[in-house]
């Protein structure tokens, strides 16, 4: 019986490993490769957008191949299983939030906005408090001020914004409240998946998350491809691709790509929430924000100003004060647990 529920865990945290993993490379990889797109002539964010969802039908092997071995009983009086939620609200939401944050993507360097999209995780833990019941604690308490203030520096950041590679004032102003606007949303959007996974499937299978990840998917990416033509973006494609810098087979390449890393990134994040918790799956995408900006530097050339220099400070002293909670919750945990089981024998006997 032990060596079964250890198997359990080890076989938990295997995958929690391998999710995180998913998180942090697909995360980084598909912002280069985002920025990389605009950087060499690509300037629709409708399609910009359509990429981060349209790369779906990869899951669907995976999809294919999922159980409901493991299923947790539903309690809605009469024996049977809830409903599944529609999908719909959930699509647009990310939908909007591609949109956003593709605007933010074009015109504000990778470093600046891997540095503001930290501010999710204050936006995540505010919805949680409500959706979710979270609780603040100090450091918790510490990590959005932390996070916050990482946040608004950047707005200060007026070198950037000068120097002749960068975007003018206005577009970097736009840039920066889109992204603002845009973690909002995902802050939102990953409360309201923790909610609707706790309290309305009620069920713990992989193949319900991945009903999640694809039936997300599919309509953020019917919103985003009518956005696409609704806004007479399609039309410029063509003569997009016969000017990218790198040549059409590097464009059609690199959009593929970033489709391919955004499902990686959105299956990890999905299973983060799934196995624990949706403040735990935005924490692990906080964990990217060296990898994105010091890659950028030799990518991109972008430069690490003093002020981005303790943005991102803060920004990593915030994540780390959230992680140390999560290892206080841990162990108060396990604390519990080793109680309870010593004191049960004795109240058998």
């Known amino acids: 019986m032990i060596k079964q529920s250890s198997r359990k865990v080890y076989w938990r945290w295997l995958k929690i490993a391998l999710y995180t993993l998913s998180v942090l490379l697909g995360q980084s990889a598909a912002l280069l490769l985002g920025r990389l797109y605009f950087l060499k002539g690509g300037s629709s964010k409708w399609l910009s957008s359509v990429v981060q969802v349209i790369g779906f039908p990869i899951l669907i092997p995976f999809y294919l191949l999922t159980t409901t071995t493991t299923t947790t009983t539903a309690d809605d009086g009469g024996g049977n299983k809830p409903p599944l939620p529609s999908p719909y ?43 979710n019941g979270q609780k603040f604690t100090p450091f918790i308490v510490n990590s959005l001020v932390l996070l916050t203030i990482s946040s608004v520096l950047l707005v200060f950041n007026n070198e950037e914004s000068a120097s002749s590679s960068a975007p003018n004032r206005g577009n970097y102003v736009v840039g920066f409240l889109c992204t603002l606007a845009g973690s909002a949303l995902f802050g939102l959007l990953l409360s309201a998946t923790q909610f609707v996974f706790v309290k309305v499937i009620k069920r713990q299978t992989f193949k319900h998350m991945m009903d999640m990840v694809i039936y997300e998917n599919v309509v953020a990416c019917g919103v985003t491809v009518v956005g696409l033509f609704a806004s007479g973006e399609w039309k410029e494609l063509g003569r997009e ?48 924000l060296p990898i994105v900006p010091v890659a950028a530097v030799f990518c991109f050339r972008d430069r690490m100003s003093g002020v981005k220099g303790v943005s991102m400070a803060l920004a990593v002293w915030g994540f780390v004060s959230y992680m140390y909670q999560c290892y206080l919750d841990d162990r108060n945990s396990k604390v519990v647990t080793k109680s309870v089981d010593e004191t049960s024998p004795r109240m058998s006997s």
Do not use: D, H, K
Request: aromatic share 18%; glycine share 10%; proline share 1%.
């Open 241 to 288: 691709m016969g000017g990218y810098e790198l040549g059409t087979a590097s464009y059609l390449m690199t959009l593929i790509w970033v489709a391919v890393f955004w499902q990686m990134y959105a299956l990890g994040a999905m299973g983060l929430i799934f196995e624990v918790s949706a403040l735990f799956s935005n924490s692990i995408s906080v964990v990217g």
């Open 89 to 131: 609200t959930l699509g647009a939401i990310y939908a909007s939030r591609g949109l956003l944050f593709s605007v933010g993507l074009q015109y504000l360097p990778v470093s600046t906005y891997t540095l503001l999209c930290a501010s999710v995780l204050a936006f995540n833990s505010f919805f949680s408090y409500f959706i």
